[in-house]
């Protein structure tokens, strides 16, 4: 049986949220990661042990994020394709919602592909590629 990528992703939305009104669960942010993960970027590739230091990572980048004025962040479509019996690629379109300084509202969409372990029908992810964020956030004025 599939795991229901529609309630795991909005249970990861859903914390993500939560964290940007100052209740970081590190905890139940990490129970979403394989013990270890492939992360990707345009210019970066790099393997995570989902441990101490993660949580360091995690912590500085819910920081960052609620200083550029995140607000919401939301599901608008994903999208399932099967690896094999046990690992599938999921690719979520969000939407997130910001603040700049000078109160001027901007929402963006973006999307991240996961890749999805679930063994044991608990999904696990254990790899991301994600667009070049620090440029979506330099051209909208964030940064």
């Known amino acids: 049986m599939k795991p229901d ?3 795991f992703f909005e249970a990861f939305v859903d914390s993500y949220n939560q964290s940007l009104t100052g209740k970081l669960d590190i905890d139940l ?11 990707a ?4 590739l790099s393997t ?3 441990g101490f230091f993660f949580s360091i990572i995690l912590k500085k980048g819910y920081a960052f994020y609620k200083k550029i004025g995140t607000k919401q962040l939301r599901i608008k ?4 394709t099967a690896i094999d019996y046990f690992h599938d690629m999921v690719k979520v379109q969000y939407n ?3 603040i700049k300084n000078t109160g001027e509202t901007v929402s963006m969409d973006f999307d991240i592909t996961y890749f ?5 029908d608990v999904p696990k992810i254990f790899g991301f590629v994600a667009g070049d964020e620090m440029k979506m956030y330099r051209e909208a004025g964030l940064i």
């Open 77 to 80: 479509k994903l999208a399932v």
């Open 5 to 7: 990528y529609h309630t």
């Open 29 to 39: 942010i990490r129970s979403f990661y394989a013990d270890t993960f492939l992360a």
């Open 48 to 50: 995570k042990k989902n």
């Open 41 to 44: 970027g345009p210019e970066t």
């Open 116 to 120: 999805v372990q679930h063994p044991e």
């Open 96 to 98: 997130a919602n910001y």
